[in-house]
């Protein structure tokens, strides 16, 4: 860990900490540009698994030895970190789950099945990662709502002068963005829509996949009613995610999952739900992974999430100024300004696989297709698009390698 | 590494063979990978014995694989009859395409021009689809 005062980091000093990292890929060192679909994972969150599975590892909440006690310190240690990290007024609004997919579906399900009905409305973006824009399309449809858009503008930025004509159709009743979109990077101004949801009555759910890795979050000053992430995004194990919830709405909310752990009490006649965050955590929760989970966040929060934004702005800045300079380059998105670490492009004349895997004889790791938003990849025209996202890790200097390689690519197909 | 875009297989992307559609064709079909949104459309046309392909054209984009490999097949599968082609293996075809160490992922591109034409066949002429392309329609969710 290197870190220089609170607000820059040392990207290079970082890079000891990522085991992953010190290799070659074709002989060449590994460049990954691919942090937007998963970061890579510290030492320090590696250690933190491996210790609790050594020395207390047992299930949690239900053993009275000393083992089970020592687990069940670890596992909420950690939700009281993750509640920290977005600022939630208590622990007990942090539901642990799989992946930010779940904690959407778990909405969707939960509170969607019971709340929405023919004459409301379901309000997602065109911007929408598929797992915040295919359970709500669903779930609209079991319940006769109507499903609308959020529109984009060619700039790549939600157009929010759709907002009043979109509340003309009917009652909003669920608005779901993404704060930060992961094809594009846009930053999604979530507190005006949280306003805008309160006023018409509505619950504004965020997904914060792509955002909580790389920003300081604050669920009180955004706004929102419920907000997803996922720890593989943000330097923890996969498996594991959070949901937070406003109390009274999880209070009311049906559960999703039944089974184990989640009940008050099971007779024949009728079982009652526990207490959250319990009520919506059946079944044996993916114990370590929160323990990793929450050394992810402490890993995070000794760099400086505000130095990581920082760090990465640098990078998307001069990101779009070397690809600027590649012949036939089409950039996707708004300004750097108002944008996270991710570069979405494509080549003129070249299909984005093609672009990748030239890129991969070259060790330059990024991400070529869809990335899970049909919609928007039909709003702009195309079938697919490459992508190079940045974290804490990434050196100016595997910008380059990805400028270099774009050249070569040209070149390959004339 | 490099092999994945020898010369000829950029020559099959940049010119391909049997470009274009085939108005009236006896046999067609269209399929699409959705892993990467590579879309190839075959027609086919045959002769008087009604079994021997006397034309055969596609149409379509996506990567130079895909695109490629089904200029490739083209001209593999002229002058062969249906019953022939319904007998074409994957080794075959990714024999001529001649890429080594092919990723999975890349294989599927190349392989969506020969899926979509033994459908076309099976169609067209009852031809038997292997065991081993079952599944294939739905997978390249072909039309």
């Given at each position: 860990m290197a870190v220089r005062a609170?607000?820059?980091?040392?990207a290079r000093a970082l890079r000891a900490d990522f085991p992953i990292l010190a290799q070659e890929i074709h002989g060449k060192p590994l460049a990954y540009l691919d942090s937007a679909v998963t970061a890579q994972k510290p030492r320090q969150m590696l250690d933190a698994m491996t210790r609790f599975y050594e020395t207390s590892y047992a299930n949690v909440?239900?053993?009275?030895?000393a083992l089970a006690e020592r687990a069940t310190e670890g596992f909420e240690g950690a939700r009281e970190k993750v509640a920290r990290f977005v600022n939630a007024?208590?622990?007990?609004e942090v539901i642990f789950t799989r992946n930010a997919t779940e904690g959407l579906n778990l909405v969707a399900y939960a509170w969607g099945l019971t709340n929405l009905g023919p004459g409301d409305l379901v309000v997602v973006t065109e911007l929408e990662h598929h797992s915040n824009f295919v359970p709500w399309q669903y779930v609209a449809r079991r319940t006769g709502a109507g499903f609308r858009m959020i529109p984009l503008t060619d700039g790549g930025e939600l157009d929010l002068e759709a907002l009043d004509g979109i509340a003309a159709d009917g009652e909003v009743k669920v608005v779901a963005t993404n704060?930060?979109?992961?094809?594009?990077?846009t930053v999604n101004p979530v507190e005006r829509l949280s306003g805008w949801a309160h006023d018409h009555g509505a619950i504004m759910v965020v997904d914060a996949a792509q955002g909580a890795p790389h920003r300081a979050i604050d669920v009180q000053a955004l706004g929102c009613d419920f907000l997803a992430f996922s720890a593989h995004k943000m330097c923890g194990p996969s498996g594991v995610g959070a949901l937070w919830g406003r109390r009274a709405l999880l209070e009311e909310m049906e559960p999703f999952n039944l089974g184990g752990h989640m009940i008050k009490k099971v007779q024949f006649e009728e079982t009652t739900w526990g207490e959250l965050p319990h009520k919506f955590e059946a079944g044996t929760s993916p114990i370590a992974e929160a323990v990793g989970f929450g050394a992810a966040v402490d890993y995070l929060n000794a760099v400086g999430l505000e130095a990581i934004e920082r760090h990465e702005h640098e990078l998307l800045a001069y990101a779009l100024e070397r690809l600027a300079d590649v012949p036939g380059i089409v950039l996707y998105g708004p300004p750097a300004d108002r944008r996270a670490g991710i570069v979405s492009f494509n080549m003129d004349g070249v299909h984005p696989h093609d672009v990748a895997q030239v890129l991969d004889w070259e060790g330059v790791a990024i991400r070529a297709g869809h990335h899970c938003c049909q919609p928007l990849m039909q709003r702009l025209g195309v079938a697919a698009t490459n992508r190079a996202s940045f974290y804490l890790y990434t050196l100016p200097e595997e910008i380059d390698r990805l400028a270099e390689g774009l050249h070569r690519v040209r070149k390959v197909f004339g | 590494m490099e092999d994945l875009y020898r010369e000829v297989i950029l020559d099959h992307y940049k010119n391909p063979r049997g470009h274009g559609v085939i108005e009236d064709a006896d046999a067609s079909a269209e399929g699409v990978n959705p892993l990467c949104g590579d879309e190839v459309s075959i027609y086919v046309a045959f002769g008087d014995d009604g079994e021997t392909i006397d034309e055969v054209k596609f149409s379509g984009r996506g990567c130079a694989i895909s695109q490629a490999a089904t200029s490739m097949l083209t001209e593999m599968v002229q002058g062969r009859t249906a019953h022939e082609v319904s007998e074409l293996s994957k080794d075959e075809l990714l024999e001529e395409v001649g890429i080594p160490h092919m990723s999975p992922i890349r294989i599927k591109c190349a392989l969506l021009g020969l899926g979509v034409l033994k459908v076309a066949l099976h169609r067209a002429k009852g031809t038997p689809l292997p065991q081993e392309w079952a599944g294939l329609d739905e997978e390249f969710q072909v039309r």
């Open positions: 609170d607000t820059e980091l040392d909440h239900r053993g009275v030895y007024p208590s622990s007990r704060l930060v979109s992961n094809a594009l990077g | -």
